[in-house]
């Protein structure tokens, strides 16, 4: 699968970049005064300096209410455990605690969702079975 690119607003380079370099783990790429690239899991995530926009908007996905606006990676199942083990030791606040959806169902996945230093919501959640990603 070919990687994305996404760039996102954020308020703070300095405060992003200790949120997707130093927490997440994510390498730099270029850097310009208003804005960075991150390797984000193989990825390019492009953070740009920009006022703070709201996120309001919520969808109920099993259970969860879920921001319309989020973004995210799909990780090996172990990857992703071990990615809320570390978020939950640095003491981060989830948006959705790390959890099983769809438990039982064809798209099963664990999910959780944070907020980086500018808020945007990201998701980060695993499958399993790979196969099921765009099971229905």
């Not at 740009?48 to 969808?59: M, S």
């Not at 989020?70 to 948006?95: M, N, P, S």
Request: aromatic residues 12%; proline residues 7%; hydrophobic residues 45%.
């Amino acid at each position: 699968m070919p990687p994305f690119h996404l760039a996102i607003p954020v308020e703070d380079l300095a405060a992003a970049r200790g949120f997707y370099g130093g927490l997440l783990g994510c390498a730099e790429g270029r850097v310009d005064p208003k804005w960075v690239d991150f390797d984000f899991f193989g990825h390019q995530l492009t953070v740009h300096l920009a006022p703070r926009e709201t996120d309001a908007q919520r969808n109920a996905v099993d259970g969860d209410a879920v921001p319309v606006r989020h973004f995210g990676a799909i990780l090996d199942y172990g990857d992703w455990e071990a990615l809320g083990e570390r978020l939950t030791a640095a003491g981060v606040v989830f948006l959705i605690a790390p959890r099983v959806r769809f438990r039982g169902e064809v798209g099963e996945q664990g999910t959780f969702f944070v907020r980086d230093p500018a808020g945007n919501a990201l998701e980060f959640k695993a499958f399993r079975d790979p196969s099921r990603i765009f099971a229905s």
